[in-house]
């Protein structure tokens, strides 16, 4: 099993910046890609980041220009920048097995309120 440790949530102004943090632990050895999705009220779950262990790196087409992830073996960090209050939604560190590619692992997840 894996385990996550999600940190750097909150309340923030919006033009501001959070960097939220995950370290997995446990069974990590076939973690292969990483990242963050997330949830605002009323609204599906949706992704925000990937970062496959190589580094290669996706972004939902609302963050790329603001955001950046960023991995060190099976810790993953999201540096936000520029928020918005369309930002404003809780935050699941995210991680899929590299071996069953249908083995997803989920955060508790963490919530980030950017006030206008």
């Known amino acids: 099993q894996v385990q996550f440790v999600e940190s750097g949530g909150g309340l923030v102004q919006a033009g501001r910046s959070l960097e939220l943090s995950c370290a997995a632990s446990?069974?990590?050895?076939?973690?292969?890609?990483m990242g963050w999705y997330r949830q605002a009220p009323g609204k599906q779950r949706e992704l925000v980041a990937t970062?496959?262990?190589?580094?290669y790196t996706v972004y939902a087409d609302s963050v790329k220009d603001r955001w950046t992830i960023s991995r060190q073996s099976v810790k993953v960090n999201l540096q936000m920048r520029s928020l918005k209050p369309e930002d404003t939604a809780v935050y699941y560190c995210?991680?899929?097995?590299?071996?069953?590619?249908?083995?997803?692992?989920w955060g508790q997840g963490t919530q980030v309120t950017v006030s206008s």
């Open positions: 446990g069974s990590t050895y076939t973690l292969g890609n």
């Open positions: 995210y991680a899929r097995d590299f071996v069953d590619s249908a083995r997803e692992y």
């Open positions: 970062i496959s262990p190589r580094g």
